[in-house]
């Protein structure tokens, strides 16, 4: 029997709320040679006989008796793929009907790409939130990976013979941002990209486990400083404890305290550019755009503190020759006007 081009693999556990539809967007793609390996993770509900009840044979269930965790049952999907191509679909999402379709095409027009993302439309219910959206150049991703995630995990696309060349896989000991940890590692071999479009729909579900660890900040930064480390490892950097809480502090939501903060955050974003001037890792264009973008996120962050944060972004956008784009600045006028008090 021929070997499927594509191996999309579905992670379960307790999923059927929302299982028939995730499985359903899978199946009903316009691009048809693929195989769903879906792997039952000790689920205690009726997630079991909802794969049961389906008689398409490019499904192949794997039944774990016991909760094995999402990086050892990626590592068992990463195992079991026959195909040329393999891609992931939470159990709780939606596939619009031509994401496969177009994300091989891009692979096969692009040979040098590894992988590749696309956008995704984050909801809840039905309400929409936002389009998360994300570069589409390689080298922009791989320097951007430094702060957090270049390509919504939740769309990548591999080449499954170049990750099993590097012999890639995802580190069982990292509850959450394992994926996060994997792209990061494969960077170092491969170049990603991501389509300019949305192509898949994200749940924000509460009993997802991001939405668990949002409430635990403390064991959720214990986890991402293992990544961290291994990101700034890139530049020659060995970071200290305090040094990593300001690198978590950059790429947070949560809002700072003092602006001292805020200034502690802008230096440790200058230690990077140094340290790659140093040991020439990034170009220093690129390094410039990604540090550019994330110096702007943290200045919304320290709004609060009025016109003192504006001319700070300011005055050192243009010191570090950062680019400054005139509409982001004008909103970031507008919320240090009125000391705005939320991300």
């Known amino acids: 029997m021929t070997a499927p081009l594509l191996s999309v693999v579905m992670l379960v556990f307790n999923g059927e709320k929302y299982l028939n539809e995730a499985i359903e967007?899978?199946?009903?793609?316009?691009?048809?040679?693929?195989?769903?390996?879906?792997?039952?993770?000790?689920?205690?509900?009726?997630?079991?006989?909802?794969?049961?009840?389906?008689?398409?044979?490019?499904?192949?269930?794997?039944?774990?008796?016991n909760n094995s965790g999402i990086p050892y049952c990626r590592n068992i999907g990463l195992n079991l793929a026959k195909g040329e191509f393999l891609t992931w679909s939470d159990c709780d999402d939606i596939n619009l009907p031509d994401r496969f379709e177009k994300q091989i095409d891009f692979l096969r027009s692009n040979p040098s790409i590894g992988g590749c993302g696309t956008w995704l439309l984050r909801f809840k219910g039905s309400k929409s939130h936002y389009v998360q959206k994300a570069d589409k150049d390689p080298e922009f991703?791989?320097?951007?990976?430094?702060?957090?995630?270049?390509?919504?995990?939740?769309?990548?696309?591999?080449?499954?013979?170049?990750?099993?060349?590097?012999?890639?896989?995802y580190n069982t000991n990292l509850p959450i941002a394992e994926d996060y940890d994997f792209i990061l590692r494969c960077s170092k071999y491969l170049k990603f990209s991501n389509i300019q479009e949305v192509l898949y729909k994200y749940r924000d579900s509460e009993t997802s486990i991001m939405e668990q660890y949002k409430l635990k900040e403390e064991k959720s930064y214990q986890i991402h400083k293992i990544v961290y480390a291994?990101?700034?490892?890139?530049?020659?950097?060995?970071?200290?404890?305090?040094?990593?809480?300001?690198?978590?502090?950059?790429?947070?939501?949560?809002?700072?305290?003092?602006?001292?903060?805020?200034?502690?955050?802008?230096?440790?974003?200058?230690?990077?550019?140094?340290?790659?001037?140093?040991?020439?890792?990034?170009?220093q264009k690129i390094l410039n755009k990604v540090l550019a973008a994330q110096f702007y996120f943290i200045s919304k962050k320290a709004s609060k503190f009025g016109l003192a944060t504006l001319k700070y972004y300011l005055s050192k956008s243009l010191l570090n020759k950062w680019n400054i784009k005139p509409y982001e600045a004008f909103k970031l006028f507008i919320r240090c006007s009125i000391r705005y008090n939320k991300f």
């Open 25 to 65: 967007s899978v199946l009903t793609q316009t691009f048809k040679d693929f195989e769903l390996i879906i792997i039952n993770d000790g689920s205690t509900d009726k997630s079991i006989d909802i794969i049961s009840s389906y008689s398409d044979k490019r499904i192949r269930l794997l039944d774990n008796k």
């Open 141 to 169: 991703i791989k320097a951007c990976l430094i702060f957090k995630p270049a390509i919504p995990n939740a769309t990548v696309m591999l080449r499954l013979s170049e990750i099993r060349k590097f012999k890639l896989y």
């Open 230 to 283: 291994e990101a700034l490892e890139i530049l020659g950097i060995t970071p200290s404890e305090s040094d990593l809480v300001v690198h978590r502090s950059i790429g947070s939501q949560s809002l700072f305290e003092s602006l001292l903060e805020f200034i502690s955050c802008y230096n440790w974003l200058l230690n990077i550019q140094f340290a790659n001037n140093r040991e020439r890792v990034f170009d």
